[in-house]
């Protein structure tokens, strides 16, 4: 519905994504939805494609197939037209990505089966078919993590948001966030973490390309247009930048790198596990604070041109 400030002159707030809009708390079930998928998709990728924990996995699953989709029928908020978000794959990513969940949800829940008591399926782990199950769930769930990114940049009206830098930003996130929350599972099982140097390496080559990456995004609007521009005065000088820099930037990449280093060297295990488990939580923290962030510093472009 148009309010009245849709017809003021100039850049105006998008009120409709993230914690902040107009219905407050059911908006910011989108930002949960967007988080919670793509964290999810990345736990279960990481789980089953760099190590192999079942539990893992399966967790990542839930967050993806109860989490993500309880958030949307939150942000909807008549769950009888729930079904509508899937029919228009055509023009709609949000369609796309919802059907790229159910897909992701089947091929993994179909891969995991055996493993979780379901052993009367007609296959076994490590079969041809269920080879290509997990095959089928990784592309799946690849496209689960990178299609938050295709929605933004779908948005021509907001400029922060049509950047060809979205896609490949919030697959880095996801594929961290995914880390993350698998560090934290196997933490909390109490059991021995597979390839862990292999998995630090990985996480802080993401951490580091994030950095890049928010860089290159910052550097890019303050080179674009107007409403760009304010959209970074929102992102570095408002109560924004406080879960931009504070939190998604300083304790969400910059510690948890610095905590990976202390962690490489640390002289018990369990000092170790204690920073790698805060290393995790604190990047799962910048993952959503960068989100949250993003989305409230999208700004419509006005009406008119801006060169006229």
């Excluded at 969940?101 to 009367?120: E, H, S, T």
Aim: charged share 15%; net charge neutral; hydrophobic share 50%.
């Amino acid at each position: 519905m148009l309010q009245q400030e849709d017809f003021k002159p100039g850049a105006r707030t998008q009120m409709e994504w993230g914690f902040g809009g107009r219905r407050r708390w059911r908006d910011g079930a989108l930002l949960m939805a967007l988080f919670l998928g793509g964290v999810g998709a990345g736990q279960f990728v990481v789980s089953t494609w760099l190590i192999d924990s079942v539990t893992s996995a399966l967790v990542g699953l839930l967050v993806v197939g109860v989490g993500k989709t309880v958030a949307h029928l939150m942000y909807l908020g008549q769950p009888k037209r729930f079904y509508r978000l899937f029919l228009k794959p055509k023009t709609s990513w949000i369609s796309r990505g919802l059907i790229f969940m159910v897909v992701f949800v089947a091929f993994g829940a179909a891969y995991l089966a055996p493993d979780i008591g379901f052993d009367w399926v007609p296959w076994e782990t490590g079969s041809t078919f269920s080879d290509a199950l997990l095959i089928g769930a990784i592309l799946s769930a690849s496209l689960v993590m990178v299609y938050d990114g295709f929605v933004l940049a779908s948005c021509k009206s907001i400029t922060a948001w049509n950047t060809a830098l979205m896609p490949p930003l919030f697959f880095t996130y996801a594929v961290a966030g995914g880390t993350a929350m698998t560090y934290l599972t196997l933490i909390a099982m109490g059991s021995d973490i597979p390839n862990e140097d292999t998995l630090t390496t990985i996480d802080s080559v993401l951490l580091v390309s994030m950095f890049a990456l928010l860089v290159i995004y910052v550097m890019n609007m303050k080179t674009s247009t107007a409403t760009a521009r304010e959209s970074l005065r929102k992102l570095t000088t408002t109560k924004v930048a406080v879960a931009f820099i504070g939190v998604a930037i300083i304790a969400g990449l910059l510690v948890p790198l610095s905590l990976t280093l202390y962690q490489g060297v640390a002289a018990t295990e369990t000092v170790a596990s204690v920073l790698l488990a805060l290393s995790s939580i604190l990047e799962l923290s910048g993952d959503l604070s960068v989100r949250h962030s993003i989305l409230r510093a999208g700004l419509h472009a006005p009406v008119f041109s801006e060169g006229l």
